[in-house]
């Protein structure tokens, strides 16, 4: 079936250092990739996204890459600040069930430290 | 842009009473409107999908009759929790498309707990 993961469910950085969170999707079919952000008790904030013809994509202090050979996605934060700590999700559409439905990742907790 | 506004953000209900959850685009017009249940520590769950005018298409596992959607025009949706019962306690969030189509915008969430 399909599924979007992610490598890491948890990742420290200290303030300043660039981070980086990993996803795996296995729907080669998936042309459409979001990243989210969601801090506690808030919704998903959309940060980020691509699509299959890309390969990369720069948006304000972050980046997202993309590789369709090995399904892998990543999302690159810059500079990381302690507003960054939350849970990234990314996101991927646009396959079997059209480019209305999202199919999520199970998250990746970033811990910023002082 | 692409505000979506979600109210209550905090209910707490009696085990068997309904609770009506709203979800609004603010500045756009979200012809699809998604809602989410979301436990802690966990990912977001599709529940179900709803189109304005037309009925909400469920995902596998979720009675309809129990999460009753309505999509009455392009800036409302509305789920209603009828008979609400403890194992109902969640987050539930509710997402809008945006003007291309694709991307989803999310609503803050609400926080239902059911005692």
């Known amino acids: 079936g399909e599924s979007v993961g992610l490598h890491l469910p948890t990742l420290s950085v200290q303030e300043g250092d660039n981070s980086i969170i990993n996803c795996a999707y296995s729907?080669?079919?998936?042309?459409?990739f979001i990243w989210y952000k969601q801090e506690s008790g808030k919704g998903p904030q959309f940060i980020i996204d691509?699509?299959?013809?890309?390969d990369k994509r720069q948006g304000q202090r972050v980046t997202v890459l993309l590789n369709k050979t090995v399904k892998h996605l990543s999302l690159q934060i810059a500079a990381t600040q302690p507003g960054d700590s939350a849970v990234y999700f990314c996101?991927?559409?646009?396959?079997?069930?059209?480019?209305?439905?999202?199919?999520f990742g199970a998250g990746t907790r970033l811990a910023v430290h002082p | 842009g692409a505000v979506v506004s979600q109210h209550p953000s905090r209910v707490i209900c009696k085990s068997g009473t309904s609770v009506k959850i709203e979800c609004r685009s603010l500045?756009?017009?979200?012809?699809?409107m998604f809602w989410y249940r979301q436990f802690p520590k966990k990912s977001l769950m599709l529940m179900a999908t709803?189109?304005?005018?037309?009925?909400?298409?469920?995902e596998q596992g979720v009675e309809k009759d129990k999460f009753l959607i309505n999509h009455a025009s392009l800036t409302l949706s509305t789920l209603t929790v009828t008979s609400a019962h403890p194992e109902d306690s969640s987050f539930y969030i509710c997402?809008?498309?945006?003007?291309?189509?694709?991307?989803?915008?999310f609503g803050p969430g609400t926080r239902l707990t059911v005692l």
């Open positions: 996101a991927e559409g646009g396959s079997s069930g059209g480019y209305n439905k999202l199919i």
């Open positions: 729907n080669s079919a998936s042309d459409y």
């Open positions: 691509i699509r299959s013809n890309m």
């Open positions: 500045d756009f017009q979200a012809t699809t």
């Open positions: 709803s189109n304005e005018g037309s009925k909400a298409t469920y």
């Open positions: 997402s809008g498309n945006g003007r291309y189509g694709d991307t989803q915008y």
